[in-house]
């Protein structure tokens, strides 16, 4: 057990910012999947559910195939 806590302890200062980058991400596309209405492909929630259920990929696959354009917006 002790090992285990040493381990935890060495790689504490690379997991830390690997840790407050995938909640920014995540928290970021959440808050742009509830302020866009418009999306390429699904809807909300299963955009919602893909960016915080898959981290580091799943806010990098809304923002590449999921997001929809500015341009096609009606009014």
Same mark, same amino acid.
Do not use: C, K
């Given at each position: ?11 504490? $200062? ?22 866009? $209405? ?38």
């Amino acid at each position: 057990m002790n090992t285990d806590m040493a381990l935890l302890i060495e790689y504490l $200062p690379f997991l830390i910012p690997l840790i407050i980058l995938q909640l920014g991400l995540a928290i970021f596309s959440a808050i742009h999947v509830i302020r866009h $209405p418009h999306y390429r492909f699904g809807n909300q929630v299963v955009w919602l559910l893909i960016v915080l259920l898959f981290q580091f990929i799943g806010p990098l696959i809304y923002f590449v195939f999921g997001r929809g354009d500015h341009n096609s917006r009606t009014n």
